[in-house]
């Protein structure tokens, strides 16, 4: 054997081990982020990890965004939660879900009774169409939620970002 043929065979199981490397870290990150590459997930498997088991009403949140979202890069998004915002009786966090997103929660925003309304009113990246779901958590512990259906022409998140 010459010593260009071994660098080459050196060089060519470098290369494999490198991408060997690459892929688990890169399925390391997937998991730790409970990733879900795409394929649509239950209501139930989005919000258990948050809900734990407590009770999970129908009821109070109310969701505003394009039943038709041309691209799926910026796509607009309103979240009202009828609440009274007092010491007793507040909202505490409105969690985001997206059904076939890579990464399922897509945000999380926390209140209390000083902002005198739950109210957001953001921006989501939403990979094809799919149902959002908007869930509630309570001062009392209780979580309600509401979901909708968007249809997006143009998906964003093709590349797992």
Request: net charge positive; with cysteine.
């Amino acid at each position: 054997m010459n010593a260009e043929g071994g660098l080459r065979r050196k060089g060519l199981k470098g290369l494999l081990f490198a991408g060997v490397t690459v892929s688990f870290a890169g399925w390391r990150v997937a998991f730790a982020q409970r990733m879900n590459s795409g394929r649509l997930i239950s209501l139930e498997d989005m919000v258990q990890p948050v809900v734990k088991g407590a009770k999970l009403l129908k009821q109070d949140v109310q969701i505003v965004a394009p039943v038709l979202a041309d691209n799926g890069s910026l796509v607009p998004l309103q979240v009202n939660v009828q609440s009274p915002m007092t010491d007793q009786d507040h909202v505490t966090h409105v969690y985001l879900f997206s059904q076939r997103n890579p990464v399922t929660q897509v945000a999380v925003f926390h209140f209390g009774p000083w902002n005198g309304r739950a109210e957001v009113n953001t921006r989501i990246r939403l990979a094809g169409t799919q149902d959002v779901v908007a869930l509630a958590r309570f001062s009392n512990g209780e979580f309600r939620f509401n979901q909708m259906e968007i249809i997006v022409t143009e998906s964003a998140c093709v590349d797992a970002s």
